[in-house]
């Protein structure tokens, strides 16, 4: 069985301070995929990044940047400066490939993040 | 460039009707899902259709069905609905490995009285 665990429930910090999520998964799988999504008060999810477990480079896109580490099941989020619009819940989630087809996502809890003008 | 369409919006029914939420793809993807949003779950999968064709029960899958119509349909159907089933319902969409983003609709509010 897969799992996603984003232990930070909520996250409320100050415009322009940096912010790091987190997430830790669990899977007996040797090749899987991860994945941010962002889902602002609109509703919608809006795809972040995504990244395979043979590929352990770490990611910067803008402010935003990623952090995986196999060692530690870990696949960690950080905005640098963040932002009022970064305001969202932001999930952590996990697939795999049974050869038949991508097997659906496993998703974190969500972590509430707040950014205070 | 429409993605994923889902309808309705917003239904609410009655405990015991049925209903059917419908989900069409224009990406000429192989893969579809249906998820629920529940407060503080995060989403959880109800079905999946790795391929036109073929469907397999995910987490949650007790008091639904579904039905791949094409390779762009995908339907959730509630037989008998029950408040237990009041959530938001995504449909999304994927290429035909975990290598690909899955693209969500916008989401169908369901709320079962």
């Known amino acids: 069985a897969q799992k996603v665990t984003q232990a930070q429930t909520e996250i409320s910090v100050v415009e322009k301070e940096d912010v790091t999520l987190d997430c830790v998964y669990e899977?007996?799988?040797?090749?899987?995929?991860l994945f941010w999504y962002k889902q602002p008060p609109s509703g919608e999810l809006v795809f972040l990044i995504r990244?395979?477990?043979?590929?352990?480079q770490n990611e910067i896109s803008g402010r935003y940047s990623w952090n995986f580490q196999k060692s530690t099941s870990s696949f960690n989020f950080t905005i640098t400066a963040s932002q009022v619009v970064d305001s969202a819940v932001y999930f952590c989630?996990?697939?795999?490939?049974?050869?038949?087809?991508?097997?659906?996502?496993?998703f974190g809890k969500g972590t509430h993040l707040i950014i205070q003008p | 460039n429409a993605g994923v369409t889902q309808t309705p919006k917003f239904q609410v029914l009655k405990t015991g009707q049925s209903m059917t939420l419908q989900c069409a793809q224009d990406m000429n993807h192989n893969s579809m899902y249906w998820y629920r949003q529940d407060p503080g779950m995060g989403l959880r999968l109800i079905y999946y259709s790795a391929s036109e064709g073929t469907t397999d029960k995910g987490e949650v899958p007790n008091g639904y069905n579904v039905s791949r119509l094409n390779k762009r349909e995908f339907s959730l159907r509630l037989e008998s609905a029950a408040p237990s089933q009041t959530s938001v319902y995504f449909c999304a969409s994927s290429g035909p490995t975990g290598n690909t983003e899955a693209f969500f609709g916008q989401g169908t509010r369901l709320t079962v009285v």
């Open positions: 990244r395979n477990s043979f590929d352990e």
């Open positions: 899977t007996r799988d040797t090749t899987y995929y």
């Open positions: 989630a996990l697939t795999t490939y049974s050869g038949g087809g991508a097997d659906g996502l496993t």
